[in-house]
């Protein structure tokens, strides 16, 4: 999908104006293009693969690595909101990190604390739930092109909190469910987004909302591919190991990061308001 699915129509709702005389920010947001689908999948992958990694490696075990991660999350988030527009180097370190930080609670939640993953799915689809009708009643809008706010950008970041820990949750209930194998589940969740896509380009699926179901199906799509990347041969994947497939994709998400920041074909127009009267 490109820069189309996610808002040429503002439903649902339209952008509720600031309150007089406030100034708003640019958007915090990048251009829904090409290049965001393709990053945001990396993102997703990377978090399946370093989350494993991380737990591995680390010694602190899933709660000690999910703490850890949450302070580090917490720190880049403090960074992102404190910035004026859209950074391409922040922002999408803190979409790599929250992606780490879903994957590692919906995690917890099956293998520490034994909540079923139909339970842990539906908790997490209910909690988005809330956000966006939280989001909608405050803001009268869902879309990305108007996160200029702080209010909204704190609704943003939760929301994608949620799509990634329901999208993990999710995930992992259909390859429980239905044994496909990684490469099968890929190609499932990718053809779900193609389900979406031509939903939207020819059936008329409102827009924001093929966004966010895009958005939230392409979390399983990434870690059935780090998946396949990374585990053994014998559970049949390509045995890439952990190490390789995290470091390859942080190379490529890199690349095309460095790459946005310097040819900003990803940033938003600015919109402002009147400046408060002196």
């Not at 917490?74 to 004026?84: E, G, I, K, M």
């Not at 099956?110 to 739930?129: C, H, I, K, R, Y």
């Not at 380009?201 to 199906?217: H, N, R």
Request: net charge neutral.
């Amino acid at each position: 999908m490109t820069a189309d699915i996610p808002g040429a129509v503002e439903a649902p709702g339209t952008s509720r104006p600031a309150p007089t005389g406030r100034r708003l920010r640019w958007n915090k947001v990048p251009e829904v293009t090409a290049y965001f689908w393709v990053i945001k999948v990396l993102c997703t992958t990377v978090g399946e693969t370093a989350a494993d990694l991380l737990n591995e490696k680390l010694g602190l075990g899933l709660t000690g690595v999910s703490l850890l991660m949450s302070v580090v999350l917490v720190a880049v988030l403090v960074a992102q909101f404190r910035t004026r527009a859209y950074r391409p180097g922040i922002y999408w370190l803190a979409v790599a990190l929250i992606s780490i930080v879903g994957t590692l609670i919906s995690d917890n939640l099956t293998d520490n604390l034994g909540v079923p993953l139909e339970t842990s799915t539906l908790a997490f689809a209910v909690a988005l739930v809330v956000v966006f009708v939280a989001w909608y009643r405050s803001e009268r809008t869902l879309s990305i092109h108007h996160v200029d706010t702080t209010r909204r950008e704190s609704f943003y970041w939760l929301a994608v909190l949620f799509t990634f820990a329901l999208g993990t949750a999710a995930g992992d209930l259909v390859a429980e469910r239905m044994d496909l194998g990684y490469w099968l589940s890929a190609g499932l969740f990718a053809l779900a987004i193609a389900a979406v896509a031509v939903a939207h380009f020819a059936l008329g699926l409102d827009a924001v909302w093929g966004f966010w179901i895009a958005y939230i199906l392409t979390r399983p799509l990434g870690a059935s591919i780090g998946d396949y990347l990374s585990q053994p041969t014998a559970d049949g994947g390509l045995g890439l190991g952990t190490v390789i497939t995290s470091v390859l994709f942080l190379a490529v998400i890199l690349g095309l990061v460095v790459f946005l920041a310097v040819t900003r074909r990803d940033v938003s127009d600015p919109e402002r308001l009147t400046p408060q009267a002196s």
